[in-house]
């Protein structure tokens, strides 16, 4: 019973990859990565016929299964946001697990040879996809390393201003100073994060020129300047893009304590961050190649742990030593 009704997710799968590919294809610009993903769709076509007449066969109806226009329209809104890089990872998430789904499957089909022939080839057709996106992503390392500082940059801001607020808010009353406070903190979290995150690229930047010193020595060729100076720019742009996103981070958990009372401030910015956290580190997620959800439910719960922890700090202050501003 498990096995009949997969033949009828697999063919919704495919109908959604399809339409998914179709659209991201009429977005590109790009002409050779347009034509592969119009190349992908017509595979996704097969497989999804293929899929319909195996669930036919086994008395099941097809006709009223329709992609999942919710997931493609999601996906293409990520694919606006993200950009090309990432959106390249998200589709190269997606074959990761159609593959590991196919290969499930596979193994329930030893005893029908024939079916498990056509199942085969309908594999290496996603282990082929998923070498395609990975030809990509080598192209748009930058733009992704680009989106991680930003990712990174925000995520760090939300659980740092919040936690600082949280404490804060045990002891000061007035909303109008705890904001005050929580700017602060930005401010100073923006300078110490551009200057880290410079730091930290700059050691892999000086790395990569004596490689590309190596490699024009060894080579007979002169060192290629042009991108010997992108690999120079890459300190300044990653401190630039980690500090700017951490401070615009900061405003999510800092907005409502300007305009509500202290308490029901500090619960909106809870659930602000912990929403925020939780699509920020799905695309994390999605850079990286694993699993979105438990990533993204992780960083959320983290976020509302961290704001209590320091709030059960600041009530200890104000229970202690008697602090408190109004």
């Known amino acids: 019973m498990v096995r009949s009704a997969s033949e009828l997710e697999f063919y919704r799968d495919e109908l959604t990859d399809r339409e998914f590919y179709l659209k991201l294809a009429r977005k590109s610009h790009e002409k050779e990565f347009s034509d592969d993903l119009e190349r992908l769709a017509s595979v996704e076509e097969t497989h999804s016929r293929f899929w319909a007449d195996l669930a036919r066969k086994k008395g099941l109806n097809p006709d009223k299964v329709r992609a999942r226009r919710l997931k493609v329209r999601g996906m293409s809104f990520l694919s606006s946001v993200l950009g090309k890089g990432l959106t390249i990872k998200l589709m190269e998430y997606g074959e990761v ?187 994390v997620a999605i850079s990286l190649g694993v699993s979105a959800r438990k990533l993204a439910v992780r960083a959320a719960l983290l976020s509302v742990i961290a704001a209590m922890a320091t709030y059960a700090l600041g009530l200890a202050f104000h229970n202690f030593l008697h602090i408190s501003v109004f």
């Not at 990712?151 to 760090?156: E, K, L, Q, T």
């Not at 045990?170 to 551009?194: D, F, P, R």
């Not at 024009?216 to 290629?224: I, P, V, Y």
């Open 97 to 283: 697990s159609s593959v590991e789904k196919y290969r499930d499957y596979l193994a329930s089909t030893e005893k029908d040879s024939l079916l498990a022939t056509q199942v085969q080839e309908i594999l290496t057709d996603e282990i082929e996809h998923e070498s395609v996106f990975q030809k990509r992503i080598t192209e748009s390392e930058v733009n992704i390393q680009r989106n991680q500082d930003v990712i990174y940059g925000v995520s760090d801001s939300l659980i740092e201003v919040l936690a600082a607020m949280a404490g804060l808010s045990a002891i000061i009353y007035n909303g109008l100073l705890i904001a005050l406070g929580g700017i602060l903190v930005a401010l100073g979290g923006t300078i110490s994060m551009s200057v880290g995150a410079y730091l930290a690229k700059i050691s892999e930047s000086e790395y990569k020129l004596v490689t590309l010193k190596k490699k024009a020595l060894f080579d007979g060729t002169t060192e290629q300047e042009t991108e010997a100076e992108k690999i120079r720019m890459e300190g300044r742009e990653s401190a630039y893009n980690v500090g700017l996103f951490y401070f615009l981070g900061a405003w999510v958990p800092i907005l409502p304590f300007i305009f509500l009372p202290s308490y029901f401030a500090l619960l909106l910015a809870v659930v602000l961050v912990a929403l925020t956290e939780g699509i920020v580190n799905s695309m």
